[in-house]
């Protein structure tokens, strides 16, 4: 849990990122349809000329509002080859810095997070943003036969 954090304000909470996975940032005013989607799944986008996935961030976190977008922010993972693109709607982000994180940590896991910030400001959980890689890879191969 070492290492400089980037901050999503949500309407479900604040989350963090570890700053190592991200590879950049685009906005984009609506995402290009993905065939075959399903669950938070919610597009495909081009980042350096690799498609990548775009999954709607509040609704793998399980808050599913129907809260209008008036954009996209999305945020490009990538580790080991694997890409994901996390969109957090027009949210705003912040930083958490290494030297701030000591002791305030802990390893209190969720579903898709693996641990927690106990910053000044409220507690900052963090995601696992492989887990959420994993489960969207299911969603999409995952085929129902009738």
């Known amino acids: 849990m070492e290492g400089d954090k ?34 938070f799944v919610t597009g495909i986008v081009s980042f350096r000329n690799e498609p990548v996935t775009v999954i709607d961030l509040s609704g793998a976190l399980g808050d599913f509002t129907d809260a209008p977008k008036t954009g996209h922010k999305v945020i490009i993972l990538s580790s080991k080859g ?23 940590t802990t390893d209190e896991k969720g579903l898709y997070t693996s641990g927690r910030i106990y910053a000044a400001e409220g507690p900052v959980d963090i995601i696992d943003w492989q887990a959420i890689f994993n489960e969207t890879t299911r969603l999409l191969t995952t085929e129902d036969h009738v």
Do not use: M
């Open 82 to 104: 694997r890409l994901l693109g996390i969109d957090i709607g027009s949210a705003q982000v912040s930083f958490i810095w290494d030297e701030e994180l000591k002791g305030r």
């Open 6 to 39: 980037l901050v999503i304000t949500l309407g479900a909470g604040r989350f963090a990122l570890d700053t190592k996975a991200v590879a950049g940032i685009i906005e984009l005013e609506r995402l290009p349809f993905l065939p075959g989607r399903s669950g």
